[in-house]
């Protein structure tokens, strides 16, 4: 496996709309995505710094990851993401050097990517988020 960037850092937040506002009016990014992801249960914001996102992640039900993560842990960094040119061989990759994987399969998640997770479990404590963009 060899990551070419953080894609992204995501960040687990009560209400989108407010973590917009403070992310463009104190930060100073600018928002350029806004996206539901059904099947993860979550609304996504994205904001671009340098060649790295930050997607902040609200949950749209009380089931799932995200709002189970807050409930938990509480607002903050959910996950980080890194880049890879083949998503199936690093999952291979990392689950011959003993990692757990949350997704044995990538599927699709925000912006069009393929997507796999690693359990933070096996990652010092960091869910770790495979991403591989196709459309290059």
Do not use: W
């Amino acid at each position: 496996m060899k990551p070419t960037h953080i894609e992204h850092i995501g960040i687990a937040v009560k209400n989108l709309d407010e973590a917009v506002k403070y992310y463009e009016e104190v930060i100073g990014l600018k928002c350029y995505n806004i996206e539901e992801v059904v099947d993860q249960k979550v609304r996504t914001a994205f904001f671009k710094v340098g060649e790295t996102k930050v997607e902040l992640l609200e949950s749209t039900a009380p089931d799932g990851p995200v709002a189970k993560f807050i409930e938990k842990k509480g607002e903050g960094i959910h996950h980080i993401a890194f880049a890879v040119k083949s998503l199936e061989e690093s999952l291979q990759h990392a689950e011959k050097n003993g990692v757990r994987l949350i997704d044995q399969e990538p599927r699709k998640g925000a912006e069009g990517l393929d997507i796999a997770f690693l359990h933070p479990k096996s990652t010092f404590g960091v869910l770790t988020e495979l991403c591989e963009d196709k459309s290059d």
